[in-house]
Nanobody, 126 residues
Framework: QQLLVESGGGLVQPGGSLRLSCAATGFILDYYVIGWFRQAPGKAREGVSCMSGRDGSTAYVDSVKGRFTISRDNAKNTVYLQMNSLKTEDTAVYYC???????????????????WGQGTQVTVSS
């Protein structure tokens, strides 16, 4: 069985925080680039952050630098996205995805990814 399941979304006020989780079943994450993407209504899918499962290198889209942090818990085979200082423009469905033997340098190109989770809704509103 190979499965990605996102969780942790919800409704928060501007300035608040959320931590998203991506539980990976049946994957050896060392062999993948792990990406977080988001899609707001009427907008294209956007890469948010990614990391190399092999060496831990990371990348962030400019709009979230200094606010979001991607991390991994090897024992739980789970990847996290800590989101702080949330803004209304962060509202979207957030997805995690895996690319086998991918590169961080191209990790915001969603068409490269082999596996996708079902998504979790993040709503930032006052």
């Amino acid at each position: 069985q190979q499965l990605l399941v996102e969780s942790g979304g919800g409704l928060v006020q501007p300035g608040g925080s959320l931590r998203l989780s991506c539980a990976a079943t049946g994957f050896i994450l060392d062999y993948y680039v792990i990406g977080w993407f988001r899609q707001a209504p009427g907008k294209a899918r956007e890469g948010v952050s990614c990391m190399s499962g092999r060496d831990g290198s990371t990348a962030y889209v400019d709009s979230v630098k200094g606010r979001f942090t991607i991390s991994r818990d090897n024992a739980k085979n789970t990847v996290y996205l800590q989101m702080n200082s949330l803004k209304t423009e962060d509202t979207a469905v957030y997805y995690c995805a895996l690319e086998f033997k991918g590169f961080v340098s191209t990790c915001f190109e969603g068409q490269r990814y082999d596996y996708w989770g079902q998504g979790t809704q993040v709503t930032v509103s006052s």
